[in-house]
């Protein structure tokens, strides 16, 4: 299980530093939501952060970040590593 973890690690921080997934990811419709979501609010907590001082814009966007991440670990029992 810890090599497994350490590949989808792998596979989400480089999906976060281009944008991309590097490959073809499979599972369920709600696995893929949860994937979907977590990059998402990460990159998007990350660009605020990046292009604001507005403390409510970045408290929204680290709220999201949370939320997308709590569901990530609900469904792939494991943290989201970003």
């Given at each position: 299980m810890g090599n497994t973890n350490r590949v989808f690690k792998t596979y989400i921080a480089e999906a976060l530093f281009n944008g991309v997934l590097p490959c073809a990811f499979r599972g369920s419709l709600e696995q893929v939501e949860a994937?979907?979501?977590?990059?998402?609010?990460?990159?998007?907590?990350?660009?605020?952060?990046?292009?604001?001082e507005d403390l409510e814009k970045i408290h929204d966007a680290l709220k999201m970040k949370r939320a997308s991440a709590a569901k990530f670990k609900r469904i792939f029992a494991m943290e989201w590593p970003a």
């Open positions: 994937l979907t979501e977590a990059l998402y609010h990460t990159r998007e907590f990350h660009n605020t952060l990046a292009s604001t």
